[in-house]
């Protein structure tokens, strides 16, 4: 569910460049590693890259530090998503938040 969110709502994630399968290559990777060694269900990887994108509203730019503070902005909010979609009941969200998590979605909003 997680980077399903990601994929609406960060412009600079790409669901199809995901991989979920755990090749052998990749076995002695944090998230496998905390997968099997620890039974965490939902470990992922995220990386980034210095050359570009090649998709979105980036393609054919420099990834730089805004655009890193917006996915992490845009990461945090997929968390509090998720954590809403699985415990809707328990969790009761002060007004505030649900403002910031507006603003943060919004795409003419501005990372500072």
Avoid: H
Avoid at 1 to 12: D, E, M, N, R
Avoid at 19 to 34: C, D, G, L, M, N
Avoid at 71 to 83: S, Y
Avoid at 87 to 110: F, G, Q, V
């Amino acid at each position: 569910a997680l980077p399903k969110i990601l994929s609406q709502t960060a412009p600079a994630f790409c669901m199809g460049s995901c991989s979920f399968v755990v090749e052998k290559s990749k076995e002695s990777t944090a998230r496998v590693v905390v997968w099997r060694e620890i039974g965490v269900q939902r470990s992922y990887t995220m990386e980034s890259t210095l050359c570009g994108c090649d998709q979105g509203k980036y393609k054919g730019l420099q990834i730089g530090t805004r655009e890193l503070e917006e996915m992490g902005a845009k990461f945090c909010v997929g968390l509090l998503r998720l954590k809403r979609m699985t415990s809707p009941l328990e969790y009761n969200l002060p007004s505030s938040l649900l403002d910031i998590e507006n603003e943060l979605i919004d795409p003419s909003c501005k990372v500072t």
